[in-house]
């Protein structure tokens, strides 16, 4: 996770929401990668876990992901949650709590939803006061 909010803040992140996210492969090594990009780009689906998961498959030279985990600063929102589900991510661990865009807990359960062919491992909260902290500060 602290790779995670390096990421979120660094140099690039400009006047994007200070989101982070890296994914890793099942031996623990990165693969990818990234923090929102929506300002940057003017994309709308420009965000970290989108991101990393387009780099980490680009990587790796397939779609499935499976055996890797995603680590990010914020609960993913139903867009990043379904993309974790459609990638079969394993492991998804995330830092601070999303209450109005939630999707892996606060408001939806998108990658818990037993209606799903996939379902990954979750750690929520993970350094959820610094991630948190990160991102009010930026609100600031």
Do not use: Q
């Not at 909010?5 to 660094?10: E, F, Q, R």
């Not at 830092?95 to 939803?113: C, F, H």
């Amino acid at each position: 996770m602290r790779r995670a909010l390096s990421v979120a803040g660094g140099p690039t992140a400009g006047a994007d929401v200070p989101v982070g996210a890296v994914v890793y492969d099942a031996a623990g090594r990165e693969l990818a990668v990234a923090h929102n990009e929506r300002e940057l780009t003017g994309d709308p689906t420009a965000h970290a876990e989108i991101l990393a998961l387009r780099r980490a498959a680009a990587r790796l030279g397939r779609w499935r992901l499976d055996g890797c985990t995603l680590v990010v600063t914020l609960e993913p929102c139903t867009m990043c949650a379904g993309a974790l589900v459609l990638a079969r991510i394993s492991t998804v661990v995330f830092g601070a709590w999303e209450p109005k865009t939630g999707a892996v807990g606060s408001l939806w359960d998108v990658v818990r939803d037993r209606r799903l062919n996939h379902r990954p491992t979750v750690y929520a909260g993970v350094l959820a006061d610094e991630c948190a902290a990160a991102l009010r500060a930026f609100f600031r």
